[in-house]
C-alpha cells in the first residue's frame, strides 16, 4: 500500500504562486506515472500534470502549460507542482495521484491522496 501526502495548499492572490508537495509513504514502483489532479466545486476531477519517476515523461494538461511547473526528488520520494501566476480559476483541491498510468486518464491511477486545497482571490 502507498500512501500519498499532499501541502502546501493555502490562499493566494492572483498572480501570485504555490508550490505543492506530495510525499510518498514508500518508494512507489519504479515506471510509475506521478500525476497532480484537481477538482473544483461543481466540475470534474481534471488532469494537471504527471511525471514519471525516471523523469522520462512529463505531460501538463491545458490549464497548466506554461504556468505550472512537474518536478521530482526520487531521493525523498516527493514530487512537486510549482504554480505561478495563478488565477481564481485555478481554485479547486488539488490532489497527488500514483499509479501504471500513461498520463492523464484517471482511472489508471491506483493510489490517492487526500488532497490540499488551494484558493486563490481576484
Known amino acids: 500500500q502507498v500512501q500519498l501526502v499532499e501541502s502546501g495548499g493555502g490562499l493566494v492572490q492572483a498572480g501570485g504562486s504555490l508550490r505543492l508537495s506530495c510525499v510518498a509513504s514508500?518508494?512507489?514502483?519504479?515506471?510509475?506515472?506521478m500525476g497532480w489532479f484537481r477538482r473544483a466545486p461543481g466540475k470534474e476531477r481534471e488532469f494537471v500534470a504527471a511525471?514519471?519517476?525516471?523523469?522520462?515523461?512529463?505531460s501538463y494538461g491545458d490549464s497548466a502549460k506554461g504556468r505550472f511547473t512537474i518536478s521530482k526528488d526520487n531521493a525523498k520520494n516527493t514530487v512537486y507542482l510549482q504554480m505561478n501566476s495563478l488565477k481564481p480559476e485555478d481554485t479547486a483541491v488539488y490532489y497527488c495521484?500514483?499509479?501504471?498510468?500513461?498520463?492523464?486518464?484517471?482511472?489508471?491511477?491506483?493510489?490517492w491522496g487526500q488532497g490540499t486545497q488551494v484558493t486563490v482571490s481576484s
Open positions: 495521484a500514483a499509479g501504471f498510468a500513461s498520463g492523464s486518464v484517471r482511472q489508471e491511477y491506483k493510489y
Open positions: 514508500r518508494r512507489t514502483f519504479s515506471n510509475f506515472v
Open positions: 511525471i514519471s519517476w525516471s523523469g522520462g515523461y512529463i
